[in-house]
């Protein structure tokens, strides 16, 4: 699987958009990017996948750009419990296994 | 919204003892999986499941351990004999496929174990 990049940190205020960023530049053709965030010691929190285009759901958008090397996860109104590690996984299609980096620490500040 | 649950949420034994982490994934999922994260360090695969066998699994999962699903609803993961760098959080997750939209795997709150 591809490997990712991240910023080990950023931070955002309460009630702007936080824009995670993720290079992947050695993406392949059936590889697919997910988005996970572990808030605290909890369980790793399923937030978005996509393959090529953009997607949205009720947590988040995924902006993937037309080349594929790079993508932004973007949460429009950050909260507080949005504070989390968030990762950005490069899986391929039909691999039984998800593969996490150190992720960004997203900070939500009041 | 159906979840992935773990129990117990807390285990402690000596070193040396077999502990089983129990795990009921989400009803119509094929897939299984064991991850565990050592405080402070990343979330690390151990192994998957599918189909009553182990589809894949990571240098970690050696011997010492082994899963099961003895049932239609339960899925475990087994230490025989624990040591001290055993002690984790594990976390058990589900997938409905391997690919597509119904592959994101989804995980339950995990099991800190602790071993003295």
């Given at each position: 699987d591809a490997k990712t990049t991240q910023p080990p940190s950023m931070d955002c205020a309460e009630g702007r958009a936080a824009n995670l960023p993720c290079n992947h530049s050695t993406i392949s053709g059936n590889e697919y990017v997910y988005w996970y965030r572990q808030i605290h010691s909890q369980g790793p929190q399923y937030i978005i996948h996509g393959l090529k285009n953009n997607e949205t759901n009720e947590m988040a958008s995924l902006i993937i750009t037309e080349d594929r090397k790079s993508s932004t996860l973007i949460l429009p109104h950050a909260t507080l419990r949005d504070t989390a590690v968030y990762y950005c996984i490069v899986r391929m299609d039909s691999s039984y296994k998800l593969i996490f980096g150190s992720g960004t620490r997203l900070l939500v500040r009041p | 919204e159906p979840e992935v649950t773990q129990t117990p949420s807390h285990q402690v034994t000596q070193m040396g003892q077999e502990v089983i982490l129990r795990c009921v994934p989400i009803s119509n999922h094929l897939y299984f999986y064991w991850y565990r994260q050592i405080l402070g360090q990343k979330v690390e695969f151990l192994v998957s499941f599918y189909n009553n066998e182990i589809s894949e699994k990571s240098e970690i999962f050696d011997d010492q351990f082994s899963v099961e699903r003895p049932d239609g609803s339960n899925f475990t993961l087994k230490i025989r004999s624990t040591k001290l760098e055993d002690s984790a959080m594990y976390f058990c997750a589900s997938s409905?496929?391997?690919?597509?939209?119904?592959s994101p795997l989804h995980f339950g709150n995990g099991t800190r174990l602790t071993v003295t």
């Open positions: - | 409905e496929a391997l690919g597509g939209d119904n």
